[in-house]
Structures are given as C-alpha cells and as structure tokens.
C-alpha cells in the first residue's frame, strides 16, 4: 500500500481528552477516529490490526471445532423476557421501539438468540456436542464510556455457545475454550492471566476471565506470590481464621460522635483502631433490606453478598430506603434494635469483634462496647469483604498480592440457565426429553488490540507484535524525488509484495524526519530505510522492538526479513 494516497492521519500532540496510552497511540497514529462518546470509526490502519486478530481467534476457534455463524444485532425482546433477563440485565442494555411500538435490544451479548437458534433446528442427542461462535458488534449503554476503545458503547466481540448433552461434555467444551483462548492471547504477544471470576448477569457458575496485566487495568487481579492460585477481586475468598480476644467484655452505652461519619473520622474521634469498629451498610437485595455487617478496616463485596443470598440486584440503600427501614441517615447506621424485618448478615471477622463501635441509628450518635450476640442478633455469618494484600491465599499457600488487569476474554459454564428458561431440550437415547447443556464464551476484539497497544510501545509510538501488526514492513524512501533512491524503492516494493509481505510504502514527498517520526508512532515490526547507499543496492534495515539496525543488500531483504518475522 502506498502512503501517499492511504488514509492514514498522523497526529504530532496528544490528544487531550485521551488518558491511557492506548486511546493516545490510536488517536495520534491514525487507527480510529471518535464518532460520539464511547463510539469509534477504524480507519484502514486500525482496521487491519483489527483483522489480525480476528484471523488468529478465526484459526483458533476452527481448531477447537467451533463453527461460524452470524446473527441479528438487533433482538426481540420477547427472548429476553423469556429468558428473565429483560428486566434485570441493567441500564447497560441499549432498547430500542420499532414503528409498530415492538421492543428489541441492540445485542451485548446474544445467548437468547443462539439458544432459540438451535433449540428451534436441533431435536437429538447425536447432533450434539456442538460449538458455534461469530465476531460482530456488541451494544452496552456504558455509564462513563473511557479509555478509548477498552471501554467503549459499541465494540467488536467473538462470542461463542456450545451445546452438550450432559455436564461432563460441556467440561470438555469449557477445556477446548480455555485452551483456545491461551492460544489466542499467547499469539498476540500479550502477558495474561486467567482468573477465576463473576459470572455477573450471565448466570452460571464456573467461570474464568482473560486478563492482561496492565496499571490502566480497571480489574483487580488477587494472587498468590507462591502459588498459581489467581482470582478476581470480587470473588477471590478470604480464608481466614480470626482470633476472639479474652478482654472481658464490657457494657455497651452510647457515645456522642457529632460530624463523625467515616470510619476513619469516628476511628481518630473515638481514639480507637479501624479494626474495633463494626461498619454497616444497609443494602436492598431484591427490593428487600438486608444490613451487611463488616470490620471496620474491611470492604463490603457487593458480589459475595449476592452470591450467599441468591439474589438477581443487589444495590446499596439510598438516603430514602433507610430513612424508611432504619430511621435515620448513612454515615451513623447500626445493627442494635434494627426492626425484625432487617435481615442481619455479618462477614466472618465480625464475629470475632470485642467491645466494639458500631453506629446508633441516630445523627451523631455511635454505640461504644459493642459485642455481637449480645447486643445485636445476626442471622448468619459468611465471607462478605472483599480480599486484601497480605490476606492468607485461599489454597493455603502464600500470601495475597495485587495487579490491576484488562479483562479480554470471559468463559463461563451457563449449564442449564438458558435451555431450562426458553425450553431449549433434545431427546435422549432412550427417547426421553432433556435440557442441553450450555458453555458462553466471549473475547473482546477491538479490547485486544488496544491491551496489545498497552503492552507494546515505547517513548516514540506502538512497537507491534509481528502476529498482528497491520503491515509487516514499513518501507521508506528517504528522498523520493532522488532517482535512485526512487527506483531501488519501487523494485523491493515489487519484490517484497511478490514475496507475501504486507508492505506500506512511504512515497511521500516528505522530510525524512516527518517520515521517521511517523513509521515510530505507526510501529511496524521491520523499517526498510533506502538511503544514500542506493545505488550500490544497499538499504538499511531496523527492527522497531529492538531498535537494531542493519545494512543488508537487495539480494538478502527477503532472507532477512522472513528470519525476524518468524522468531
């Protein structure tokens, strides 16, 4: 491809309103252009990069025995609703009316569809195991769409659903995914982990994220330093044993804490340490109040909570729900005399609390010499916080430490979620009916190339994986109107191509340092530079990841190239 009439707009500053290294370097080197918030158009350049990793899941997924297929965006919302999810998938699912007043959803995912696809077309036992996937764009209505693409409203997805016929087959499918996804990431050159993660409004239990270690990563990544334990923040468990005190236990009385509302203000007003405080927060759970008991120096887990109580929306209580519940305001809630239709569930470190404070249910008021059973009933004890660095790892090895990671892919085990909702049944070989058994598997595309961006550059722009970088040579002419130079540059444009290189060639009638500048920021793996030793058939040759350069004669480019590309 010739530069000089490709679509390829390079930008010199970094662009204000891009805060991550990603959205800078696509922005300034021309892959995508912002059409509205959260919505992006691929240029040329960004396109091809985003078709070497579609070519690389495509290879994967074939070997693996999925098959590819192509459904509607756009959905009806009577599969939705048949599945149940209508209703409590969130304000993230974009719903649209037709002329007729019909309800449909811009598709986040499409398990409805697949699952009403084949439930309609596969009626026995022996067309079954079967995988079906396809890449297509994907809708979510993001709050506070950022970071360029990685978190964007419409993006490219390959989501793929295997149909089993029993638990132990959808396994074997659950492997060849989470091998298939190793392979992918492994082959874009990207440093990942995969965690054991939240199934969220998916459903289903099993189920692992893909995630690429970086400091922009807005998922948190709990590990062992010893162990090959790895988790998600929000559904890492903590396994540890708390130690009771023998301090004898004192009476309970009220304190008056005035403009004390945080842990921490109450901690320093009351002289006492975080840990000894009892922090409560009121939570609706299913439209129903449930008060969450913590220690002071631990966070809630709003998906553990909704994990031990089986619940579809679990939502912390405004100033409205607990002024109705618990008559007063947050910042001085408490478990003492909560009305019996408050159910009380404590994190395990509470129960080890000894003359503790908790909140009095009252403005500016905060009981001292708490004590649980005591002085307030609780209905069960379970793991509610969130882990922390230094916590014990849960596999009893090592202690826990954190990184921050983008989630790219996500496989999960649905089992019989969907099928058992929209009746989706096979008969057996005894003639009788029965649920399939469903595997959902997802890697975001257009996240990928930007977590590849964010692994790979430098001070002067992207540094591509060879796998899937848009072109594999950048070949410039330092002075395009210098006969030599001109020729020379034509011929290994003719023979390179000829070879099966993917070339972009620099024809411009631009200052070497301009041409220079951008070939760093466009970052393809081999820099072709003919200069002043051109008519003795001698160019120079650098690679962008190692910054080598080499002076190689026209009769060895091919040999040269190829042996870098193939490492």
Known sequence: MKQSTYLSPTLRDVPSDAEVKSHQLMLRAGLIRQSSAGVYSFLPLGLKALKKVEAIIREEMNKAGAQEVLMPAIQPAELWQESGRWDVYGPELMRVKDRHEREFALGPTHEEVITSLVRDDIRSYKR??????????????????RFGILRSREFLMKDAYSFDTSFEGLDESYEKMYQAYSNVFTRCGLDFRAVVADSGAMGGKDTHEFMVLSDIGEDTIAYSDTSSFAANIEIAPVNVNYTKSDEPLLEMNEKATPNQKTIEEVAKFLDVEESKLVKSVLMMVDQEPVLILVRGDHEVNEVKVKHVLDAQLVEIAGEEDTKQHLNTTPGFIGPVNVPDHVKVICDHAVEAVVNGVCGANEKDKHFVNVNPSRDFNVNHYEDLRLIQ???????????????????????????TRYSEAMKATI?????????????????????????????????????WPASVAPFDVHL????????????????????????????????RAERPGVKFKDADLMGMPVRITVGKRADEGIVEVKIRKTEITLEVHYDELVDTISRYLNQ
């Not at 079954?128 to 769409?145: A, G, N, T, V």
């Not at 399939?436 to 692994?455: L, N, W």
């Not at 020729?487 to 290189?501: G, I, M, P, Q, V």
């Open 128 to 145: 079954l195991p079967m995988m079906l996937y396809q890449i297509q764009s994907k809708f979510r209505d993001e709050r506070r769409p």
């Open 389 to 415: 660095e230094g916590d014990p790892s849960p596999d009893g090895q090592g202690v826990i430490q954190f990184k921050e990671g983008i989630e790219v892919g996500h496989v999960f085990k649905l089992g």
């Open 427 to 463: 008969l057996d070989e005894n003639g009788k009916s029965q649920q399939m058994v469903m595997g959902s598997y997802g890697i975001g595309v257009s996240r990928t190339v930007a977590a590849i961006i964010e692994q790979h550059n430098d001070e002067n722009g992207i540094v």
């Open 476 to 507: 410039i002419p330092v002075n395009i109107k210098q006969e030599a130079q001109r020729t020379l540059a034509d011929e290994l444009y003719s023979t390179l191509t000829k070879a099966r290189f993917d070339v972009l060639y620099d024809d």
